[in-house]
């Protein structure tokens, strides 16, 4: 069992890296392998359209990317989290969201196994959680629809600007523990 964490925070220790952190560990002890992936620290381009891999089964862009996107194909299960940017996922997740295309067959069937889970992780400044759920319902059905994936939970931490101060907030931390056990079923 794998299970890969990728987080789309500038925020090493920020609120969002906290929960997808907190959940991989859970699966960790559960007995899952796992591989955490910042996407600030990587170095890559975002997709240019040029339809390589449509001929090809993978992305021609070879960058640090390409690592991310291959632990993906190989894991049985996903954590992603992004905070909320100006009412959408961080410049980083929205690039890595679209070099994703490349796992997608030109006749739009996944080139991922099927089966896998996902847990969504967000946080955001405003204090309404629902403000931006549709934002994560939104991506949560593109995972689906193109790969196939099924997320298990969305954690959205909501009214947390300062970096890491979601660890005070024990339900929060339960249920990112309780989907990282989820994941390692």
Do not use: W
Not at 42 to 50: H, R, S, V, W
Not at 62 to 80: E, G, H, P, R, Y
């Amino acid at each position: 069992m794998k299970a890969i964490g990728i987080i789309g925070s500038p925020r090493i220790n920020g609120n969002t890296a906290t929960l997808v952190k907190q959940t991989l560990e859970s699966a960790a002890e559960a007995g899952a392998e796992t591989e955490l992936f910042y996407l600030n620290e990587l170095e890559f381009k975002g997709c240019q359209g040029c339809g390589y891999c449509k001929i090809h089964d993978k992305c021609k862009l070879q960058d640090d990317l390409t690592k991310v996107l291959n632990s993906m194909v190989k894991a049985d299960s996903i954590v992603i989290g992004s905070p909320i940017y100006f009412s959408q996922f961080t410049g980083q997740m929205r690039l890595f969201l679209d070099r994703c295309y490349s796992l997608i067959n030109p006749d739009f069937s996944p080139r991922v196994a099927p089966g896998k889970k996902a847990v969504l992780v967000g946080s955001h400044g405003a204090p309404v959680a629902a403000m931006y759920a549709p934002v994560f319902e939104e991506f949560a059905g593109n995972l689906k629809n193109s790969m196939g994936v099924e997320t298990i939970d969305t954690i959205i931490a909501a009214g947390y600007s300062e970096p890491g101060s979601v660890k005070s907030n024990a339900e929060l931390m339960g249920r990112a523990k309780a989907a990282g056990l989820k994941l390692a079923e």
